[in-house]
């Protein structure tokens, strides 16, 4: 597709990429939208009715029939209604959960055109309630219609098409068909933003497929010739693209848009992203976490990465110096212990004290060095090692290592003094 240049005032900017998918939950491709979600061509598609919870404003619980009750196949029960308030999984937005006469609903599917409720318990036919969790479905709300607005800014400011949406239980991507230029992930924070405060509506606007052409919403992934209602979301000044999704009615009900930093994907740009209550709590997470930082190392928070940092050299230089010793340690064992083969028992020797004896004893017709919590077998002894694991295993501690050609390494531990004596009896010494 061909961007619109950056100064394009044109509020048909961004193509919903699960088009096809995303004018009815009901659509095949439905649960993964990264796939393109194309239907199968077809002379004339006939898209799904609209939903209830589809209209602008939907209402959240009601009254409804239960026309049918039957065993799930993944469990549970299998309820469909005269008519439904819930919106089941479609075009990369999760299904509502909420309560039928008092039951649970943990999962909405539409199959062939009827929605089908998974609930944890039976209900019998007739009248009943229905009521859709608020929370959750305002929580997806929020993700999807950030998720427009991330798609419509991206285009608009830099060219970028979305190819793929995925809203998750914990936050949310956009992928992106080509990176940001330098600086473009501030820009894109700075303009998602300044588009809440501004506080543009949000509109569900219902066309046939000939205006759905005529008004120049860019789609993706429908048939050349379709037939029934095509829904489209506007982002006033912003947006419209097709969805079936449920949003927010105005910008600054998204509250807040946490960016993470873009990973690269295969040639395009995965943006995380969290919106409304999932970036407030990140946000209540993150204080909390720098305030414990910022205790535990005694400096106020804006001075956290540079104490960070000093504290990492810190550790490097220590490690160096650790490294030093220990050649040291291993040249002042070895003078101590002359001779051609080496079976050293140290119960308090590390990793690296282990290696550098290792490297030292490389020569030798035969040498071991059991360490604290690794070994090293060389030469001779190294036939030895499955003898010496199972001598060390048998204390109950554990203990695994293989090799081959005239080496054998494990780890493990701890192992006890008895387990140590039982090891060194294996090797001869
Ligand atoms: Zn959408």
């Known amino acids: 597709m061909t961007p619109p240049a950056p100064t394009d005032p044109s509020p048909l900017a961004a193509p919903d990429p699960r088009a096809s998918a995303a004018l009815s939950p009901a659509a095949p491709p439905a649960a993964t939208p990264e796939a393109g979600a194309a239907s199968p061509p077809a002379p004339v598609a006939r898209l799904d009715p609209l939903l209830p919870c589809q209209a602008a404003a939907p209402a959240l619980s009601g009254r409804a029939e239960v026309r049918s009750c039957a065993p799930h196949p993944a469990g549970g029960f299998a309820i469909t209604l005269s008519e439904t308030l819930f919106y089941p999984e479609g075009g990369g937005q999760p299904a509502d959960h909420g309560q039928i006469g008092g039951v649970a609903v943990i999962d909405v599917q539409r199959v062939d055109g009827v929605v089908i409720h998974r609930t944890e318990a039976p209900l019998p036919t007739g009248p009943t309630t229905q009521a859709v969790d608020p929370a959750r479905r305002r929580d997806h709300a929020q993700q999807h219609s950030a998720q427009h607005l991330i798609s419509a800014l991206a285009l608009r400011s830099f060219g970028r098409a979305t190819v ?3 809203l998750g239980a914990l936050d949310a991507t956009v992928d992106l068909d080509g990176p940001l230029r330098p600086g473009g992930l501030e820009a894109l924070r700075a303009a998602i933003h300044a588009a809440i405060a501004a506080d543009h509506p949000l509109r569900v606007i219902v066309v046939d497929a000939e205006e759905l052409a005529a008004r120049g919403a860019r789609v993706r992934g429908l048939p050349p010739a379709l037939r029934g209602p095509v829904r489209l979301i506007e982002i006033d000044g912003l947006d419209l693209n097709t969805c079936g999704g449920t ?16 990973e690269p994907l295969r040639g395009g740009l995965r943006l995380r992203f969290r919106a409304g209550g ?4 990140a946000l209540d997470q993150h204080e ?3 305030s414990a930082l910022s205790a535990r190392l005694k400096v106020p928070q804006d001075a956290l990465l540079a104490a ?6 810190d550790r490097d230089a220590a490690a160096r110096a650790a490294a030093a010793l220990e050649d040291d340690l291993a040249d002042a064992i070895l003078t101590a212990h002359s001779g051609a083969l080496a079976l050293l028992d140290l119960p308090r020797a590390g990793a690296g004290l282990v290696l550098a004896l290792g490297k030292r004893l490389a020569a030798a017709p035969g040498a071991a060095v059991i360490g604290a919590d690794s070994l090293l077998l060389l030469g001779a002894c190294a036939a030895a090692g499955p003898a010496v694991v199972a001598a060390l295993s048998a204390g ?34």
């Open 164 to 166: 793929g949406f995925h």
């Open 247 to 262: 949003h927010v009615d105005r910008t600054g009900a998204l509250q807040l848009v946490q960016l993470f930093a873009p």
């Open 278 to 281: 999932r970036a407030a709590a």
């Open 288 to 290: 909390a976490t720098l």
């Open 308 to 313: 960070v940092e000093r504290l990492a050299a």
């Open 396 to 429: 109950g501690a554990s203990c695994r290592g293989g090799g081959g050609k005239g080496r054998f390494q494990a780890k493990g531990g701890p192992w006890s003094a008895e387990a140590r004596a039982a090891a060194m009896g294996c090797l001869g010494g």
